[in-house]
Structure formats: C-alpha cells, structure tokens
C-alpha cells in the first residue's frame, strides 16, 4: 500500500473514531443518567447534569480547535506532510462539537424555559425561542462571543470539501479559514467570562491559542521574502555634466 492509501483507508478512520468517542461516552452519560443504561464502566453525571453536558461539549470543541490549529506548527517543525491531511477532518470535528454545545444551550436551556401555547412544534415556539436566544445573545457578552465564533465556524464547515477549494481558489480558500483564528480567540474569551472565578482552564486554553497563533507571526516574519531591490535609474550624461 502506499502511504496515501494508509493514510486514507487506515489512519484517517482511526482518527475519525477517536474523534467520536468523547461524543458517544457522553451519550452514554446521559442514558445512563435517564436510567436507559447501567454499564459500570460509565460514570454518572453530576447532580447538574445539563452543566456537563455543555461543559463537556464546549471543552472538547476548544480541544478540537487547538489540535486544527496545532497542525501546520507540527508540520513545519517537524517536516511530517502528512498531518496536513487531518486538518480538515479535525476542523470538521471542532465544528461537529461546537455545534453540539449550541443545541445543547438551545434546547436544554432556552427551548427548557419556554411556555409552549400552542404545542412544542408550532411557529410560535419557533418565533419564541428566536427571541428568547437573540435576547441571551444581547445581554450577556460570553453568549454574544460564543456565538459569533460558532457564527464564524460555519463558512469553514461548508467549504471544507475539495469541490469548495477548487471554486474559491488556494488563496481565497486560505484567507477564508483564517478565521479559524478568530474562532480560537473567540471560543477561549467565551469560556473565560463564563466561569469569571475560576480561570485555569480557559487561561490554559487561552496560553495554548496564543502560543499557536505567535508561532504562526513568528514563522511568517522568519520566512517572509525580503522585498526586490530596484535599481537606481541611470542617470543621463547631459544631468551629471
């Protein structure tokens, strides 16, 4: 086999596994909470159940962003090319997370507190529940920059595909998802002004973002190519007679 197709049919679906397992662990979480299951090996959620899910969600979503961002570091000190082909599945997977810890807060928190007057699906709940989140997203700032960096994911998640790449163009492709930059940002300052006391994991969170994002400055400055020197135009015997 050669190493595309290792990469291919070997290492990316035991990547895409081991994605998914914190997703199905807390699945497994909840059921068994429910009292659906009673497999040992799962632990119980605290006496907070819907705090662990959507700190469970979110943490994995920063992790996710830090791997996606950890990438081309790795592989410019390392010279390991192939951890370039990852990069996507594991910003898909970033975006997979954060996406659960978005339904988790709409359903669970806003959808939860909802009066339903004329059933749960109706237009009116729809119209309620979209004032309920727009007005959680005005009057607190961690809602607000959680949002806009889930708001910022999704223009990456759709041109992830190959087909996307050839239609915007390598350049345009790249100037898009460097917004993956913001989202690190983003994501760290939500989590920071969410827990307000205790601040060492979004402080490890943010160390990780920040040392990621200057290496990226660094290695731009480092390599950048010098500017072209342009000659002095010659000067005409008659002007330096």
Do not use: E
Not at 34 to 56: E, F
Not at 120 to 141: F, M, N, Q
Not at 211 to 228: E, M, T
């Amino acid at each position: 086999m050669t190493q595309q197709q290792i990469t291919r049919w070997l290492l990316k679906p035991v990547v895409f596994v081991a994605s998914l397992v914190p997703a199905v662990y807390l699945g497994l979480q909840v059921l068994k909470t429910l009292g659906y299951l009673t497999w040992s090996a799962v632990a119980d959620l605290s006496a907070n159940p819907l705090s662990d899910v959507t700190n469970g969600t979110g943490d994995w979503t920063i992790r996710f962003i830090c791997i996606a961002l950890a990438v081309t570091p790795l592989r410019r000190l390392t010279g390991w090319n192939i951890v370039i082909r990852f990069r996507r599945l594991l910003g898909l997977f970033a975006f997979f997370y954060a996406t659960l810890h978005f339904l988790t807060y709409v359903g669970l928190d806003r959808l939860a507190g909802l009066d339903f007057p004329n059933g749960i699906v109706s237009l009116t709940t729809v119209r309620l529940l979209a004032v309920s989140i727009a007005a959680d997203i005005y009057k607190r700032p961690f809602i607000t920059i959680g949002f806009t960096g889930f708001v910022l994911m999704i223009p990456l998640a759709l041109t992830s595909t190959t087909g996307m790449i050839r239609r915007l163009g390598g350049r345009r492709w790249q100037t898009l998802h460097r917004l993956i930059y913001l989202t690190g940002v983003a994501a760290v300052l939500h989590y920071w002004w969410l827990v307000k006391a205790d601040i060492r994991k979004p402080a490890m969170y943010g160390a990780i973002v920040v040392a990621l994002l200057g290496f990226r400055v660094y290695w731009a400055r480092a390599h950048a190519k010098p500017a072209p020197v342009r000659p002095a135009p010659a000067r005409s015997p008659s002007a330096s007679a």
